[in-house]
Every structure is written in C-alpha cells, then in structure tokens.
C-alpha cells in the first residue's frame, strides 16, 4: 500500500503563493523555500519569493514540458514549485500530478483567484460559474451566457477584460455588469466596474478576473441546456441535423464522462457540437470531405464555446485511419460511401454505441441490411409542421429519417 500520508516520502512540494508574497506563507511553506536546492516558478513567482530563496531559482522553459523533465531529473531529491493560489485549480499541479505520483507530492495550496473574487464580492462560489480563459479561446464562455447568471473569468493579460466585453455586446449581452478585479491579494489591488456596452477602463493590471452579472438584451445569443438547439442558430448550407431528430440522435447517442465521438460526414457539426455542450469532459472529432463545410465546422464550434471541437477534412474512408477510437459514433451524410460502416464498426470500443440516420431510400436499404445482420433498434421519425396553406394551415411534412442504434458488445 502507498504512503500518502503527510509524513510520507514527498521529495516535490507545490506551494500556492499569492501577490502578497511571503506575508501570506505559513511557517512550513516558508521554511520549504528557504531550504529547497531549486525552486520552480515563473518570473513573478521567484520574483515574490525572492527573499526566501537560497537555492537555484528555475523559471518555466518553453516548451513547458523541457521543465517537467527538469524537475523529473531531481527526483528523490527536494524541490519546491511556486504557483498561483491553488495549484490544481487551473495550475501546474494538474500537468504535474500527471507524471508525478500523488505519494510523491505535497501541496501548500494559497486561495485561488476565484476564491479571493468571490469573497470581494460575496459571492457563493458553489453558484457561480468558475471559467478560466488564460491562455485559452475567449469563447469558453459562451455557453455560461444564461441572463442572472454570475461569472467568473480569468483572463491572460491587460487586454481580455475589453476583449470579453466585446464579444459580450456582440451577442446582445450589452448590458451585462463586468467587474474587473485586479491584483487580487497585492498593494496593487483594484476593482473597477462597467458594463459592456460602455467599458472604457484603461490600465488594467495583466494579472486579472473578470466577474460578469450577465444580463441578457432581447437578441441575445443564449444556448439552452437541452439538446436539439434552434437551426438558426446555426450557420449552415441545408446539409444540417434538423433540431428535433438532433434531440433524439444526442440522446441515443448517450454522451458519457470523458466519451469521444466521432461525427462522420458532420455537414454544419451540429451533432458533434451538441454532443460536446452536453458535458465539458466530452470530446468530438467532425469529419467532413467538403472545405467549405469544413470552415463552417470550425466558425459553429468556435460560436457555440467548443473551439476544442477536433476537424478533419476529407473523405471518410480516408479520414478514419489513425484516429482515437471513439466510444460513440454519429453516421450521417457521407454513411452510404463503401467501406465506411465497416470502418466505423471495426473502430468503435466494445460498449459503444453506433447511432446512423437516413433520409434516402439507398442509406435506408443499407441500415435495413445492418439491422437484419446485427440487430440493434431502428426507428422512423416523421415530423410534420404547421404551415400556411393557402389562407388558412397545414401540416407540412418534413422528409422521414430512418434511424439505427447498435451497440457493440
């Protein structure tokens, strides 16, 4: 059995530091600093240490890998990494803990900048959305959009705050409440407020959280938590998942934790998209032949808040090779093209599921024959919608999809 107890044989620490320096430090991480041959952090972590430090100062290399092997190379041997706040909040605690055992860590962990935000502003933290941007595509926060919701964000440098009001106007949020806190815990510590429509602050300190008490104008951009979003709000060619057979495709896919999808023939993406909003752990690669479709993809994605979504351009026969294998599979446009069921079936994990929508009779007659030789569900949906007829309405039908759901045992 390993030791994870205190006592046990860490020879690499963690300790959270925040801009107050070593006034914020207890006895243990001070003393950790001052007898560790070599510290680890960035510019502004030795610099606020620096009157504790005795052994070799090691700022992050880039790549930041060249540095988790510098710290590898000392192993058994003490050393001390400075962060910000809450190491494993967002921090290097996370990449760490990925090479390095538990057993072989201790953490010091100081309040987070989330922690320090909400307690400035008295917000519960357990009902605000903790978003970080640093480094990382502003558009993450698209889908935190819901009017009266509080957000918490932080950013990379001097110039997010302006960036997120930006795009804040730009999908009718105008009105939304941004507090910029910055500095948090320092000398330098200040908050300043504006909404987004008139954010004129200037000055602002790169070391900064953005907390937003959206409010939302009549056109706002708002992404409901169902599935089977709105076609609108999607840009797209007519080659789309139509919202309701969208709805029931996301739920006989089933998206679990940590899943892949593999969204062949993806059109506009808008399963692969859906399937990722569902919940963040989920992760999807769109295959898509057609370019422009393909930059389509990647614009939809990147307005929806999944810019992770992965993209790869060409025919499916030809795509599939060398990819992650996928627990789930979407089967839409591009189904029909030979040897590419096989393909999929071949990749998916045992357990996972297959789900392949038709809307012409050839696709038809091709999950008909899967379903004959494997079995699984297979089910028609009709939709019909109301539509002007003359002076008065009726019911226009849209085309029958047949739908099959296998599960790979």
């Known amino acids: 059995m390993s030791d994870m107890s205190p006592t046990g044989p860490h020879w690499l620490t963690l300790i959270g530091i925040g801009e107050d320096g070593p006034a914020g430090l207890g006895a243990e991480a001070k003393r950790l600093i001052s007898a560790a041959p070599a510290v680890f952090g960035g510019v502004r972590h030795l610099e606020l240490a620096d009157a504790l430090i005795t052994g070799e100062r090691l700022t992050w290399q880039s790549p930041f890998e060249k540095s988790v092997e510098a710290i590898e190379a000392r192993r058994g041997t003490p050393v001390v990494v400075l962060a910000s706040g809450d190491p494993f909040l967002y921090g290097v605690g996370a990449t760490l803990s990925r090479r390095i055992a538990a057993h072989e860590m201790s953490t010091i962990p100081a309040p987070s900048a989330f922690s320090l935000a909400a307690a400035r502003l008295g917000w519960p933290l357990q009902e605000t959305a903790c978003v970080s941007l640093h480094g990382r595509p502003l558009d993450l926060i698209r889908p935190h959009l819901h009017a009266g919701k509080h957000i918490l964000a932080l950013t990379s440098d001097e110039k997010g705050p302006q960036a997120l009001a930006n795009l804040l106007v730009a999908n009718g949020f105008a009105e939304t409440r941004l507090t910029v806190l910055e500095a948090l815990g320092g000398e330098r510590e200040r908050i300043r407020s504006a909404t987004a429509a008139g954010f004129n602050l200037d000055t602002i300190d790169p070391l900064n959280v953005c907390a937003l008490e959206v409010a939302a104008g009549k056109a706002a951009r708002i992404l409901p938590h169902a599935p089977g979003l709105d076609d609108a709000l999607f840009e797209h060619d007519g080659q789309i998942t139509k919202q309701e057979i969208r709805a029931i495709t ?88 030979a040897g590419v069921m096989d393909a999929a079936i071949a990749a998916l994990k045992r357990g996972g599921r297959l789900v392949a929508n038709a809307v012409t009779l050839e696709m038809e007659g091709m999950l008909l024959a899967e379903y004959a030789a494997r079995g699984g569900t297979l089910t028609k949906i009709e939709i019909a919608r109301a539509a002007p007829v003359g002076g008065m309405s009726g019911w226009r039908p849209a085309m029958p999809v047949t739908q099959w759901r296998w599960i790979k045992e």
Do not use: K, Y
Not at 278 to 295: G, M, N, V, Y
């Open 250 to 337: 996301i739920s006989a896919l089933s998206p679990r934790h940590g899943e892949l999808l593999w969204d062949i023939g993806a059109g506009s993406g808008s399963i692969g998209i859906e399937w990722m909003l569902a919940d963040p752990s989920l992760r999807a690669i769109a295959i898509e032949q057609a370019p422009e479709r393909a930059a389509r993809i990647a614009r939809n994605a990147a307005s929806f808040g999944v810019p992770q979504l992965a993209l790869v351009e060409g025919t499916a026969s030809e795509a599939l090779t060398g990819l992650p294998a996928p627990d789930a599979i979407f089967i839409g446009g591009g189904g029909s093209e």
